[in-house]
Nanobody, 122 residues
């Protein structure tokens, strides 16, 4: 599976962005998909994940209520809608695919996109 994330950019605090992650391969619908982020000097952290059948979603406490993950399996795409953005959301955002079930541990994900920069100005 090859992943390509896009949709990042510069936004003011309180604004919104929608990230997209396009996947290649016919097995996309069988993967748990996740979004992670990494700010300069910090470790990569979990943001959100969605099960292969779209039944379950999981969110980090830091984004819960402001972020929605979704996926369109026929389009091989996963989305991250981010609202009420804060300067502390500034990071490179990565999408990832896991053959296994849900995990907030980046080591559990098998495939990674190249990342897209999100910058939130105060």
């Amino acid at each position: 599976v090859q992943l390509q994330a896009f949709g990042g950019g510069l936004v003011q605090a309180g604004g919104s962005l929608r990230l997209s992650c396009a996947a290649s391969g016919r097995t996309f619908s069988s993967y748990t998909m996740g979004w992670f982020r990494q700010a300069p000097g910090k470790e990569r952290e979990f943001v959100a994940a969605i099960s292969w059948n779209i039944i379950s979603t999981w969110y980090a406490d830091s984004v819960k209520g402001r972020v929605t993950i979704s996926r369109d399996n026929p389009k091989n795409t996963v989305y991250l809608q981010m609202n009420s953005l804060k300067p502390e959301d500034t990071a490179v955002y990565y999408c990832a695919a896991a053959r296994g079930g849900y995990s907030a541990d980046h080591a559990s994900y098998d495939y990674w996109g190249q990342g897209t920069q999100v910058t939130v100005s105060s």
